[in-house]
Nanobody, 119 residues
């Protein structure tokens, strides 16, 4: 099993910045991807960004340039730096860890952290 603990959410004014953190513990495979997804009220959960254990990143196109994902493998922690925040970035942000082994993946989710961007 894998446990994910998120932190860093909160209330921020438009144009501001926040940094989310997610610490993973438990059975973490050597090949894994960590990432962030978000879900706004009344909408489906959507990809924000992911990063592999080798540091390869993938971003939702509309968020490129404002959001930056990084990770510290020694700490099993992933970060999301969010700049120039907009009210439409308001959502619950979920941390994800995907373990890969033998062509099969296993997904784990954090409890979510709320981000509210006021106009």
């Amino acid at each position: 099993q894998v446990q994910l603990v998120e932190s860093g959410g909160g209330l921020v004014q438009a144009g501001g910045s926040l940094r989310l953190s997610c610490a993973a513990s438990g059975s973490i495979f050597s090949i894994n991807t960590m990432g962030w997804y978000r879900q706004a009220p009344g909408k489906q959960r959507e990809l924000v960004a992911t990063i592999t254990n080798r540091g390869n990143t993938d971003y939702s196109d509309p968020l490129k340039g404002r959001f930056t994902i990084s990770r510290d493998n020694a700490k099993n922690t992933v970060y999301l730096q969010m700049n120039s925040l907009k009210p439409e970035d308001t959502a619950v942000y979920y941390c994800n860890l995907r373990n890969w082994r033998g062509g099969i993946y296993y997904d784990y989710w954090g409890q979510g952290t709320q981000v509210i961007v006021s106009s």
